[in-house]
């Protein structure tokens, strides 16, 4: 079985992604090369709209967190599905309007939106502002009273829920970057602030209690936290929150030993908590929003790479060295990420070596991985990392002036060109 159900092994012995060979991918568009299954993204778009339709008659919508992957065309597929759009800063919803994606449908996140980025999405009339802290609120409002209009916020709170912990534990968790602590009653406190402006609306909360999380338990805690929260509002400043915003977070399979919890089961439960919580606390359900980003592409992408060298160090270890790197996925370097790595043109041999996969960049720390077991592989193979749809384009840097792979979705078992190559010219356009 594969890690997901987009890769497959054909005829020759090559990996295949949404139909597509890997090894004819690659002689057509070069490496290193990033490759989407456009039809896996759609699947897992209608996945997650469906059960709002199911559990909550429709009444909420997903949004996807674009940072795991951005371009035009992907906004192009996300309105096509019907999904919102998050975005957290003016590039991604620059990106987000060229593609014409419908600004009513983007919400705006980010724990320090410059002046100009406010501004900017409200006079793009962005349907919503997921508000950090205190100073926005009031820049908000002045720019919304200038402009003559009136944005519709939600809060972004902490609830005070850990996720990476195996139980789900209360925790201070007050030492966030994001949002309005809970248990200091700095939360309350924003409430009843942001209801004296005139110039916001608030309709919602808003929390995200992390990433790459398996356990169901955290997310149900967190809803029933915000739902008990909706309740001492209404009861203590007389408002009715009308949204609920759960975030997103939901873990992927990148390497066999990873048990992600369907997502069908996520939203079952996590809808069945929040509409039993509401009836023992005697409110209306609200309006849900989800905010899914990795497990909408993570699993849909690989990333190929042509090997060059490759290192036996006698006792040591093996690298194999690829024509890419920390530059075009950071994530190794940055937090230590597994992944699942094969040799593209030798996919159905047994992954019978252990070797380091080393990236091009002037640094010893540009690994993709360590220690993995692999096919045979020499000079020439064709390399490929698995589930590199999320944070990995998005991520991507030009250090060493490596220009940035292309983006190739695959339909159909055509591929097309979605973000071009960087060239050289590129890279000096804005030198002087
Ligand atoms: C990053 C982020 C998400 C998406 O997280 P995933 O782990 O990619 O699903 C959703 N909401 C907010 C506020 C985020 O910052």
Redesign the pocket.
């Known amino acids: 079985m594969m890690i997901s159900d987009c890769f497959a092994i054909n005829d020759q012995g090559h990996l295949t992604i949404g139909g597509c060979d890997t090894v004819a991918l690659a002689k057509e568009f070069g490496t290193p090369l990033y490759v989407m299954d456009e039809d896996k993204i759609r699947r897992n778009c209608r996945m997650y709209q469906d059960s709002i339709q199911q559990y909550y008659q429709g009444r909420g919508l997903v949004l996807y967190?674009s940072?795991?992957f951005n371009c035009k065309e992907m906004c192009r597929i996300v309105n096509e599905e019907g999904l919102g759009l998050?975005v957290v800063s003016g590039g991604e919803l620059y990106t987000a309007l060229q593609a014409g994606f419908p600004a009513g449908r983007i919400h705006f996140?980010g724990n320090n939106k410059t002046r100009e980025e406010l501004s900017m999405a409200l006079d793009a009339q962005v349907g919503h502002f997921i508000v950090d802290n205190l100073r926005e609120l009031e820049l908000l409002d002045a720019l919304a009273k200038e402009k003559g209009q009136v944005a519709d916020i939600s809060l972004r709170i902490k609830p005070g829920i850990d996720a990476h912990t195996h139980e789900a534990v209360m925790t201070g968790q007050i030492d966030s970057k994001f949002g309005f602590a809970l248990e200091t009653g700095e939360a309350l406190e924003a409430v009843r602030f942001a209801a004296q402006f005139q110039h916001v609306n608030l309709k919602g909360l808003h929390n995200?209690i992390g990433?790459?999380i398996f356990d169901i338990a955290p997310f149900l805690q967190a809803a029933r936290v915000m739902l008990n929260f909706i309740a001492q509002i209404k009861k203590e400043v007389g408002i009715v929150i009308e949204e609920l915003n759960l975030?997103?977070?939901?873990g992927i399979k990148y390497v066999d030993q990873d048990r992600p919890v369907p997502y069908g089961d996520y939203m079952k439960e996590i809808s069945l908590a929040v509409v039993e919580t509401c009836k023992e606390l005697s409110l209306e359900v609200p309006y849900i929003y989800m905010?899914?980003?990795?497990?909408i592409v993570g699993e849909a992408g690989l990333t190929l790479y042509e090997v060059g060298g490759v290192k036996e160090i006698p006792g040591v270890r093996t690298y194999v060295s690829i024509d890419g790197g920390m530059t075009d996925n950071p994530r190794y370097a940055l937090y230590q990420s597994d992944y699942t790595v094969m040799v593209a043109n030798k996919a159905n041999e047994p992954a019978d070596q252990v070797v380091t996969v080393a990236g091009k960049c002037c640094e010893s720390g540009d690994l993709i991985q360590e220690h993995t077991p692999i096919q045979s592989v020499e000079a020439g193979d064709l390399l490929t990392v698995l589930c590199t749809g999320?944070y990995n384009f998005s991520m991507a840097s030009n250090y060493n002036r490596i220009p940035r792979p292309a983006v190739v979705m695959v339909k159909n078992g055509i591929p097309r060109v979605v973000v071009r190559r960087e060239t050289y010219e590129d890279l000096i356009r804005n030198d002087q």
Do not use: Y
């Open positions: 967190a940072k795991a998050d996140h995200h990433s790459q975030g997103g977070g939901f905010e899914p980003g990795r497990s999320a």
